[in-house]
């Protein structure tokens, strides 16, 4: 069977590591000079995933 979909989660507060998330959610935190969230589509596009669906909700607007 293959996976056509994958989903993302980024809705969560990342309270663990504030002060980092107090104004940037997660997900855009830099990594390797990539944010999270450009390091985890790179690696599901790397697996042959078409379809990337985002689940956000804290500064859900940061997020395009």
Known sequence: MKINTALVLCAG?????????????????????????????NLIKKLGINEIKLNTFYLKDQIK
């Not at 507060?13 to 000079?33: D, F, H, I, V």
């Open 13 to 41: 507060y990342g309270k663990r590591l504030n002060p980092l998330t107090l104004k940037s959610p997660k997900p855009l935190l830099k990594l390797n000079n990539l944010t999270l969230l450009e390091n985890t589509i």
